[in-house]
């Protein structure tokens, strides 16, 4: 099966810094890499997402950049504010029998200094 | 609507206990899921329902037993748990197709005592 390996667990920055995490996958079948934001006592939010026909993919101060042949891809979140000060899950899914079963990586806790 | 709901927030139940877990959602989508999350943990799944049919069980144990009266619902029925099933369960949901977005519902924390 799938394994999605993530780092760091942990990061701490100065507001208005960047921050990037990274993940790699195992499956090369996996076709598309959610991001997932889960602050403290609340529900996994998907941020931002991407899917395996492109390389990049920007939302405002959030970017993803994928690398199939590597089989990584990263979240970069630039300007950084202390609400987002989460724990973030990157996931991948690969093929399954109705809907997308995803898999998770281990987190990184993510630390924004005002 | 574009949110997963879920009932009971908060549940504490003994190991004798037969208790159910709800989730409900109204965006038409035809997967849905169950997930289990331990503290600083990710989320790890459990069941895959796809068109209100059990598609994945992720070698889940029986005292776990899920449900899906329709497209909108899904249930998780508990009985005999152990301790160390306390966690947060969380119910997703996505259309059926593939590379589809998963939404969340808020959780039910569990705790066995």
């Known amino acids: 099966g799938e394994n999605v390996e993530q780092h760091p667990s942990t990061l701490s920055v100065q507001e208005g810094d960047s921050a990037v995490i990274k993940c790699t996958y195992s499956?090369?079948?996996?076709?598309?890499f959610p991001w997932y934001k889960q602050e403290l006592g609340k529900r996994p939010q998907l941020i931002i997402d991407?899917?395996?026909?492109?390389g990049e993919k920007k939302d405002q101060r959030i970017a993803v950049t994928l690398n199939k042949t590597a089989k990584h891809f990263s979240l970069h979140i630039t300007e950084t504010q202390p609400e987002d000060s989460a724990v973030y899950f990157c996931?991948?899914?690969?093929?399954?029998?109705?809907?997308?079963?995803?898999?998770f990586g281990g987190g990184t806790r993510l630390m924004v200094k005002p | 609507d574009t949110e997963v709901t879920q009932t009971p927030k908060h549940l504490v139940m003994g190991m004798t206990n037969k208790k159910s877990l709800k989730c409900e959602q109204h965006?038409?989508?035809?997967?849905m899921y169950w997930y289990k999350q331990k503290a600083k943990k990710p989320p790890e799944l459990m069941f895959v329902?796809?068109?209100?049919?059990?598609?994945i069980n992720e070698s889940v144990p029986s005292r776990f037993s899920p449900e899906c009266p329709n497209s909108s619902l899904l249930n998780l029925h508990l009985h005999a748990l152990q301790p160390e099933d306390s966690a947060l369960y969380l119910c997703?949901?996505?259309?059926?197709?593939?590379?589809?977005?998963?939404?969340f519902g808020p959780g039910t924390r569990l705790l066995v005592l």
């Open positions: 997703a949901s996505s259309q059926e197709r593939r590379q589809e977005t998963q939404y």
């Open positions: 499956d090369s079948a996996s076709n598309y």
């Open positions: 991407i899917r395996s026909n492109v």
């Open positions: 996931a991948a899914s690969g093929a399954a029998v109705g809907g997308n079963m995803l898999t």
């Open positions: 965006m038409g989508h035809r997967a």
């Open positions: 329902y796809s068109y209100e049919k059990l598609s």
